[in-house]
């Protein structure tokens, strides 16, 4: 199942980014390119430097 990211535009634009987890892998996309496979690992990681404000 799709999730969308609360940060991704509600107006009328689809411009949107969505993520899928399973056991071992995460599925990410953007409403204008396919999916990317990140291993569970990899996606904790992203996870753990977007919190730390590393990409702000």
């Not at 634009?13 to 690992?41: F, G, H, M, W």
């Amino acid at each position: 199942m799709w999730r969308k990211s609360s940060r991704s535009n509600n107006g009328e634009e689809t411009d949107c980014v969505e993520v899928a987890l399973t056991s071992s892998t995460a599925l990410v996309r953007d409403s204008k390119n396919q999916a990317s496979t990140i291993a569970a690992p990899g996606w904790g990681v992203f996870l753990d430097a977007v919190k730390r404000g590393e990409f702000d």
